[in-house]
């Protein structure tokens, strides 16, 4: 079983959601400075700095809508809107349990500072979404050598606990500052959308804020 040191903390903050009490809602503006803030751990991105229209997305590896969004919609999203330079994407991990948190730190690991082999590595520990349910360590060390990680290297990426208190900080951040409690969340220019989207719902609301 794995016990990365930290990633117990991660899943006690995720829990505790359904107990706390939200802060009240902030107005856009406000938001908007809040999601501006550098996070702990650097944002990756897709697209242009300039696009006039921003997405962030809270996800979890074990969330099975954020798998459908990345699987249904994300190409989409990449073909019509961040590689035209519509639409800036931001992703941000907000891990619902432990094998989350482990995935989501694997591919921190393997990316270190490139966003191209982040996104491949979320892709595909997405792919392998069940397998890394059933399987954790297995599946981890899998994705890992296909990156050119030994067994070894997955070990030590799990164990680093500056890299699992800097997921743990931006979690709680976004939990506590932004309300954010479930997976997916997305905020679209500032404005928070809970849940599952299809691309035709987003295709309509991206090309409203394109006409304004």
């Known amino acids: 079983m794995l016990k990365p040191v930290g ?5 006690l903050l995720v829990l505790g959601a359904v107990f706390a009490i939200l802060p009240a809602h902030a107005d856009k503006a406000q ?3 809040l999601l501006a803030k550098p996070p702990a751990l650097p944002d990756m991105v897709l697209g242009k700095e300039t696009a006039p229209i921003t997405i962030i997305e809270y996800f979890s590896l074990t969330c099975p809508h954020c ?3 990345e699987e249904n919609v994300l190409p989409m999203l990449r073909s019509k809107y961040i590689d035209t330079g519509k639409v800036r994407f931001i992703s941000r991990e907000f891990p619902l349990d432990i094998k989350a948190a482990a995935a989501s730190t694997l591919a921190r690991c393997i990316a270190v500072d490139n966003a191209t082999r982040y996104f491949d590595a979320v892709a595909m520990l997405f ?3 069940d397998a890394l349910i059933q399987n954790t360590l297995e599946t981890l060390k899998q994705v890992g050598g296909h990156f050119g990680m030994s067994a070894q290297d997955v070990d030590a990426c799990e164990t680093n606990q ?15 500052q932004l ?3 479930a997976t997916p ?26 006409k304004r």
């Open 7 to 11: 990633l117990a903390a991660l899943a």
């Open 31 to 33: 938001t908007m400075t």
């Open 67 to 69: 798998a459908a969004f």
């Open 127 to 129: 792919t392998l979404q």
């Open 162 to 176: 500056a890299q699992l208190d800097k997921i743990s900080a931006d979690q709680k951040f976004a939990f506590e």
């Open 179 to 181: 309300k954010v409690d």
């Open 185 to 210: 969340t997305f905020f679209v220019n500032g404005e928070m959308s809970k849940g599952s989207m299809s691309f035709e719902e987003l295709d309509k609301r991206l090309a409203k804020l394109l």
